[in-house]
């Protein structure tokens, strides 16, 4: 038999990693967004199908646009990669190659690493494309306060709405 607490153990460690791993997907969406397509003349909902039509592609198609459109140093493509390759592995083999560690403790154990190594991964990398999100942002006359205060509505809105995710745009002066 399973250990039912080794199952949760397995199970929440894997939540945990694919929440960082969407968190850093959809950073990567607002990112190529904002770096390949925005512009002055192009408009609020012309923006929101671009982001969409990024968020139906796959990590790989994504960072094969980001490799194709922006300059990225050959340590940090092979970090991509090798993200992409542990992110895909933990989608689409994992279960298949090691559920039974479930019945062997210290190859639980070894397993739960992985997974978290990833999650530390997606969350390193998230962290990462934020800044250049905010960077980006900031070069085109946003000041990083107006970024807090809407940011800091956001969550309000979020908190009053028990985090119901479908806001209105939040628009503030951009004086």
């Not at 922006?70 to 559920?99: A, G, Q, V, Y």
């Not at 560690?101 to 990398?125: G, H, M, Q, T």
């Not at 960077?135 to 809407?150: A, L, Y």
Request: proline share 2%; aromatic share 10%.
């Amino acid at each position: 038999k399973i250990n039912p607490a080794n199952l949760e153990l397995l199970h929440c460690r894997i939540g945990n990693a694919l929440w960082h791993i969407q968190a850093f997907e959809d950073t990567l969406c607002y990112y190529l967004t904002m770096a390949l397509h925005l512009s002055a003349e192009i408009a609020e909902k012309e923006a929101s199908a671009i982001l969409d039509n990024y968020r139906k592609k796959t990590l790989g198609i994504l960072l094969k646009k980001l490799s194709g459109a922006t300059e990225i140093s050959d340590d940090f493509e092979s970090r991509l990669s090798k993200f992409l390759n542990e992110r895909n592995w933990l989608i689409h083999r994992s279960r298949r190659e090691k559920h039974t560690v479930l019945y062997n403790p210290a190859k639980l154990r070894s397993l739960c690493n992985r997974i978290d190594a990833i999650a530390v991964e997606a969350l390193d990398l998230n962290k990462l494309f934020c800044e250049y999100v905010l960077s980006w942002t900031e070069s085109h006359g946003i000041k990083r306060q107006q970024i807090d205060e809407v940011a800091n509505l956001i969550v309000k809105y979020w908190q009053k709405t028990n985090g119901y995710l479908s806001m209105p745009y939040c628009h503030t002066s951009t004086s």
